[in-house]
């Protein structure tokens, strides 16, 4: 099992940037994907996640602003990020886990990990 997250670099405050997260060794339509981060001096935290049904939840800080999705077909899931904030700056990873519940944001449900990406927002 495997996770690889791409897409991360520096954008400025109101733009846009697209994260990917290639799975392999499984396949992601059957698992619960999250997308985490971490700000420097920070605890990690929940961002977005899908569910292998498809069901989707985010945090309150990016409602509205981040999507998540998911390409069967490319075995890979996605975080669009939109009107991004100096505060998103963080390292993004993504994480997989056989779960189905209520608390996709939380990481103690994920047991495998990507190395993660950096994204960096300028003001």
């Known amino acids: 099992v495997q996770l690889v997250e791409s897409g991360g670099g520096l954008v400025q405050a109101g733009g846009s940037l697209r994260l990917s997260c290639a799975c392999s060794?499984?396949?992601?339509?059957?698992?619960?994907v999250g997308w985490f981060r971490q700000a420097p001096g920070k605890e990690r935290e929940g961002v977005a996640a899908i569910s292998s049904s498809g069901d989707t939840d985010y945090a309150d800080s990016v409602k509205d602003r981040f999507t998540i999705s998911r390409d069967n077909a490319k075995n890979t899931v996605y975080l669009q990020m939109r009107s991004m904030k100096p505060e998103d700056r963080a390292v993004y990873y993504c994480a997989a886990g056989r779960y189905t519940g209520d608390y996709y944001l939380y990481e103690g449900v994920y047991r495998n990990w990507g190395p993660g990406t950096q994204v960096t927002v300028s003001s």
């Open positions: 060794g499984f396949r992601a339509g059957d698992f619960a």
